[in-house]
């Protein structure tokens, strides 16, 4: 059977009006989550059978109680209405016969329609996506893959108001102080600019937070301080050309670490000869020998595949630490790889090193190991799909909404201009060198930077705008902008530093609102970015391959065709996959078809709207 495809008009809206609001009473007794999701998405306003508007509203009111039932919204219509809820009485009546239990109604099944009735609302945000769908669903011959055909094929106006589409924004290089900045920007350029900055940035900014370690926090108010600690992941698929910009911005540290091996590989062979001559004079009984000093240690930079016990080791020791992952699904799939069918043992021993909070850890060869100030920062690459898979489970925890994610579509490619300049290196080595060179305070602990007046009052403005969008936001989103609120005193530590030991050596102590802004300005960068590639997590599947796949087209200058989405995008280099997607990016309204500018065939190309 074919989908009708045929747009909704006036004679019909009131059917497909019912159809809505029946699927969202059944949702609301079957999966009262979803049908917040759904009734989200449509104002009463928009309704035009008469009573409508207020049968919505009486079952948005029914949907925050714990367990609605059909009899709250007649009850809260009733309220309502007072002597004048007939009309609401008698379409909660039709709607409820017109369920899906009743053979022949509405055929508006949670299980298997309303959901599709909640993805054609999502894509379009328009009643007649409901029309189009319940057509399809009251034919007892229909498919899944009919209603879905259906869904996607919803019509282009909506008389809703939509809600707001996060697209792709660039990464905000020019918040990045010097010699940061320039650094970014010409490693972009040394590659094939199909990668946005983000790609370098993201790792910079986690390796000078672990640069920075646990000497220096920042101070908002009494009592209220944050670490130099930042969690960041790239998300993009394999050969998206992200792993080439990561390793420039890796490498200071990396170059480190690899000087500090070679450093304790000399001191161990040194001290290994003085722990033979000692063993040699106690068994020759001479004096003359003096007793090797203790075992020297590695000093550590960067850890990779490593356990909770190995970490509170080189914790002991080591400050300044940077988990580097190339694939970061590799660290989330170790935790509790040693506990013996227990789970959720290692996420909590990970969660403190976010906030440099107090870490106890009992060895079993070694004893107790006490940490007063764990601090770690993150860096790592992920798939899209492997992310759904990898931090699903982690959502709950927490654990994904403390990284700052970037998701960059894959743009067009540019030959490569030159490389980093030698003064730009020269400047990033020697602000590195200065940034491992601080120390703590007299007592060993982190020297606390405090915030002058008017920057106090810029955090103060984005502490207000962060409150305000977490009144609106729910479930994983609204714990984000929480961390979201921390990531721009961070990210503000992490600038008023690099302004102080890379161009501004005279700069303060104390924290400037320069420093603030471009802290708040990153921040609020990521939390939208964050927002984006969550919302590509829950469509999952086609959908979020699809939106990336707009993403590119519109990175190119709004149009493509299907050879140019073939040689651009690795995903859709199989025969017939790019012309598959193309035409989904069409049936959802997000694009149409038009001649190819180069003078191929008619409906080769697509134009995103």
């Known amino acids: 059977m074919k989908p009708n495809r045929k747009r909704s008009d006036a004679t019909r809206r009131p059917e497909a009006e019912k159809a809505f609001l029946a699927g969202m009473l059944e949702l609301l007794q079957d999966d009262v989550n979803r049908c917040r999701k759904a009734i989200a998405l449509v104002e009463p306003s928009a309704l035009t059978v008469e009573a409508a508007p207020e049968l919505l509203t009486a079952i948005i009111e029914a949907s925050a109680l714990d367990a609605p039932t059909m009899a709250d919204v007649l009850r809260i219509a009733r309220e309502r209405g007072g002597d004048d809820a007939a009309d609401e009485r008698s379409l909660l009546a039709d709607l409820a016969s017109a369920s899906v239990r009743s053979p022949g109604g509405y055929a508006l099944g949670v299980d298997r329609n309303a959901r599709e009735i909640m993805k054609a609302a999502t894509r379009r945000r328009t009643i007649d996506a409901a029309a189009l769908v319940a057509d399809v669903a009251a034919d007892p011959q229909a498919k899944p893959a009919d209603i879905e055909a259906a869904a996607a094929a919803v019509a282009q106006a909506s008389t809703s108001a939509p809600a707001e589409k996060v697209e792709w924004q660039p990464f905000p290089v020019e918040l990045l102080p010097e010699p940061v900045c320039s650094f970014v920007r010409q490693v972009w350029a040394s590659l094939d600019r199909s990668a946005d900055p983000a790609c370098a ?11 920075i370690g ?10 209220w301080t944050e670490p130099s600690v930042l969690w960041c992941a790239i998300v993009a698929e394999s ?3 992200k792993s080439p910009a990561a390793d420039k911005s890796l490498s200071f540290v990396r170059e480190r670490q690899t000087a500090a091996f070679e450093a304790h590989k000399l001191a161990l062979a040194e001290w290994e000869d003085k722990r033979r001559a000692y063993e040699a004079s106690r068994r020759s009984k001479s004096a003359d020998a003096e007793p090797p000093s203790p075992k020297p240690i590695a000093t550590r930079f960067i850890v990779n595949d490593i356990t909770v016990e190995s970490l509170a080791v080189t914790l002991e020791h080591s400050p300044n630490v940077l988990l580097d992952r190339d694939e970061i699904s590799g660290w989330v799939s170790s935790f509790d790889r040693y506990a013996s069918g227990k789970s959720g043992g290692d996420v909590a021993q990970w969660l403190p090193c976010y906030n440099a909070a107090p870490w106890v850890v009992d060895r079993k060869t070694s004893g107790t190991i006490h940490i007063p100030r764990a601090a770690v920062s993150v860096f790592g690459g992920i798939q899209p799909k492997v992310l759904v898979r990898s931090f699903g489970p982690h959502v709950d925890n927490g654990l994904l909404q403390r990284f700052m994610l970037a998701a960059p579509p894959e ?13 730009t290196m020269a400047a990033m080595h020697a602000m590195f060198d200065t940034l491992f060179s601080l120390r703590p305070d007299d007592d060993g602990h982190p020297q606390v930077l405090d915030l002058e007046p008017d920057a106090l009052g810029v955090f103060k403005d984005w502490w207000n705008e962060i409150g305000q969008q977490r ?7 609204k714990s984000m902008l929480s961390k979201a609120e921390a990531w721009a005193a961070r990210l503000a530590l992490v600038c008023h530093l690099i302004r102080q030991t890379g161009a501004e050596p005279a700069l303060r102590s104390r924290i400037n609102a320069d420093s603030i802004t471009r802290g708040v300005g990153l921040a609020r960068w990521a939390a939208r970015e964050w927002t984006r590639v969550f919302r590509l997590m829950e469509q999952g599947g086609d959908d979020a391959a699809d939106a990336r796949l707009r993403e590119w087209i519109v990175s190119r200058g709004g149009s493509a065709s299907v050879r140019d989405v073939r040689r651009g995008l690795r995903r859709y280099q199989s ?16 694009a149409e078809w038009t001649a190819d500018s180069t003078g191929g065939r008619p409906a080769d190309a697509v134009r995103v709207k």
């Open 411 to 423: 743009g067009q490619q540019q030959w490569p201009d030159g490389d980093v300049d030698f003064a």
């Open 239 to 241: 050969g998206s050309k």
């Open 214 to 223: 646990n000497r220096r926090r920042i101070e908002i108010r009494p009592g």
């Open 575 to 590: 025969p017939g996959r790019a012309e598959e997607g193309l035409r989904r990016l069409v049936a959802s309204g997000a």
């Open 201 to 211: 940035a993201l790792p910079l900014l986690a390796s000078i937070a672990a640069a």
């Open 471 to 477: 009144q609106q936001a729910t479930g994983p989103t």
